[in-house]
């Protein structure tokens, strides 16, 4: 029989290449993103990071630790800080996360499937996280990786969602003057200047022209910043000044209209929700950039709207360090250095990247009467070379989590990870300094489908992935590429 009919690869779930909190904006990314989430559970948590003594929490009880504040304006502190390392899945987390913070009238089908995943795991929790976050929450979604002044960046995550919700955002227009002033300036001089509009769309990569280039500035100028750039490059030409895109703009303004229009009985949300992804990468910008770029006084604003919202509004922070770290690097002197300090009393999660949950969920049993005969069959005629196997590692590795359970380790190592042999899956999940999880995922992927036309017959050994099979490829350009990145040393 051959392999590939017996386990698979759960491709549903397996979402390959780098989340962006963005694509919550984009209903269909979203759904497949949110869908394909691997949840953990406490089972196999609850345990100290050996390294720096950091209690770690596993992604359920993250979720019902961020339900309960929600239902509980009083529980806790509304700022919240999800710490994990690079390559973690921190992104595709928030993307779910905020989902299912939309509420299930929202995207039904998504939110029933993330309740769904969490239910596999652990009933209890899903019924919790599901009597909470069935109300609708207004979340903005902000992205770090780029560079924005943060005033006009809540201003227009605010924007998008009311839209992508199905709601009028005019009330939030008005509060920005100088989108107001590049609109009223391009309906103006559209026609009349066309080729100038023409040349600088020119400078920036744009290629349309005539009416296509004016339909494309009238549709994106509101959420393309290049756009903007493009309108305000024309405008300084005529007026021999630009309009300053950062005036105008307050961050404690944006959310006292969302508390007062959307929220509350008056409004039709419950919360306001905002989900900053890449926290510490904007950080370092706002460090090293003017303030007038960064709106670094934004961390100000947003931290006092949310002390005085009576727990109105909740902020979720995903980072790779402490805020302690990203202290160090910044001038003291300078005021974005008391911004930066106040996120530091945040409630902090430590989120543990637990591999080998996530490999035994996405390895299908197709044919699980097979499985039992042609390989839990040929694992139980070897079980004794698998208990030497596991004294050895136990003797000299440090194993720790699930690794310290030898019945853990024979459910889920050894038969659960089939076809990994488990120095393999030690290996892989030891790299994670090296390797992005996803790319781990990838590896185990790829080496599935290479078994998959593989005969093997009832007592038959069975193929194993070794770790030199692992090294002979892919993973060793991962390992290159990670020190001439510089994530790691040689």
Known sequence: MRIGDIIGFREDLFFDGAVQIDWFY??????????????????????????????????????????????????????????????????????????????????????????????????????????????????????????????????????????????????????????????????????????????????????????????????????????????????????????????????????????????????EFNKIVIIFDEFGRYLEYASSADSAQSGDSALQQIFESIQNSDGNIQMINFIQSDIKVYLQRVDKTRNISRYIGRYDASEKFHLSSNLETVFANLIDRKNKDAFSIYIKGWLNKNEQELAVLYSNMDKWLPLKGLWKDKMLFSQVIVEGIYPLHPISTYMLTGLSGYLQNRSSLTLVNNHITVLSNYEISPGQACPLVLPEQLLDGDLYFELLSAEQEGRQLS
């Open 26 to 267: 984009n209903q269909a990314k979203a759904n497949r993103v949110a869908s394909s989430f691997v949840f953990h559970g406490k089972e196999y948590f609850g345990i100290s990071d050996e390294l720096t003594g950091n209690q770690m929490t596993d992604t359920i009880s993250f979720f019902r630790a961020v339900a309960n504040k929600i239902e509980d304006e009083q529980r806790g502190n509304p700022f919240t800080l999800a710490i994990a390392e690079y390559g973690t899945g921190k992104s595709h987390l928030a993307v779910t996360l905020a989902q299912l913070l939309s509420g299930k009238g929202y995207m039904p089908n998504t939110y029933n499937k993330i309740i769904d995943n969490i239910r596999r795991i652990d009933n209890e929790a899903s019924k919790q996280i599901e009597s909470v976050c069935d109300k609708p929450n207004l979340v903005l979604a902000i992205n770090g990786m780029r560079d924005f002044n943060l005033h006009y960046e809540i201003l227009k995550a605010a924007s998008r969602s009311l839209r992508l919700y199905g709601y009028s955002d005019d009330n939030l227009k008005k509060l920005n003057r100088a989108h107001e002033t590049a609109f009223r300036f391009f309906e103006r001089n559209i026609e009349t200047s066309i080729l100038r509009f023409e040349k600088k769309a020119r400078d920036f990569g744009w290629v349309e022209q005539g009416k296509s280039l004016a339909d494309k500035l009238r549709r994106t100028m509101s959420e393309d910043n290049t756009a903007f750039k493009i309108i305000n490059g024309v405008y300084e030409e005529i007026n021999g000044h630009e309009i300053r895109w950062d005036e105008g703009v307050s961050a404690n303004l944006v959310l006292e209209t969302l508390l007062r229009e959307y929220c509350g009985i008056s409004g």
